[in-house]
């Protein structure tokens, strides 16, 4: 799909959709039209990397923050990439991996949303939510309990309702 957006019959925007999610295809649709890295998955791969990459950054940033322990944060990072069906994912051009990365930093964005909430937190953590549900559907779940739970903490601080009903569904362009 990232391919067809430039390289086909009918080029152009129209060719995102489907049953897929338009992120790994917008993230991936200049990389593919180098055919080296279309033909062996390079580019897939490296965006499987960085992924995995950013959900260990987000995992170890979590902990770090909530426990203050740096051992904890490197000792959890490392688990995640060493393990090996991690490491399968990583090495597979497939959305998986952008989809642990995502949850992951959207977890940590939400949790440092709350524990400093300002606007810029708001907004940061409503970017990262927004490019979890565009890339596969079970980042909906993750996303709506998120919001969810947020939602429920500001409630229980009695913030005010505008904040507490949709605390990170506003992304100001």
């Known amino acids: 799909v990232a391919r067809r957006i ?14 897929w999610l338009p992120l790994p295809h917008m993230l991936n649709m200049l990389p593919v039209q180098v055919d080296a890295w279309y033909r062996n998955g390079a580019s897939g791969v490296a965006l499987s990397v960085l992924s995995i990459g950013m959900a260990a950054w987000a ?31 990583q090495s597979t ?41 565009l890339t596969r559907y079970e980042g909906w779940a993750v996303a709506g309990t998120l919001v969810s739970l947020a939602a429920a903490v500001k409630l229980a601080r009695r913030e005010p309702a505008p904040f507490s009903l949709v605390p990170f569904l506003v992304v100001p362009v």
């Open 93 to 133: 051009p497939m959305t998986e991996p952008l989809l642990f990365g995502l949850s992951l930093a959207a977890v940590a964005a939400v949790a440092h949303s709350l524990a400093a909430p300002d606007p810029g937190s708001h907004r940061r953590a409503g970017l990262v939510i927004t490019a979890l549900v």
């Open 59 to 89: 995992l170890a940033s979590i902990l770090l923050r909530t426990t203050g322990s740096t051992v904890a944060a490197i000792t959890a990072a490392a688990l995640l990439v060493a393990n090996p069906n991690v490491l399968y994912l």
């Open 6 to 19: 430039f390289d086909s019959l009918t080029p152009g925007w129209q060719q995102i959709g489907a049953v």
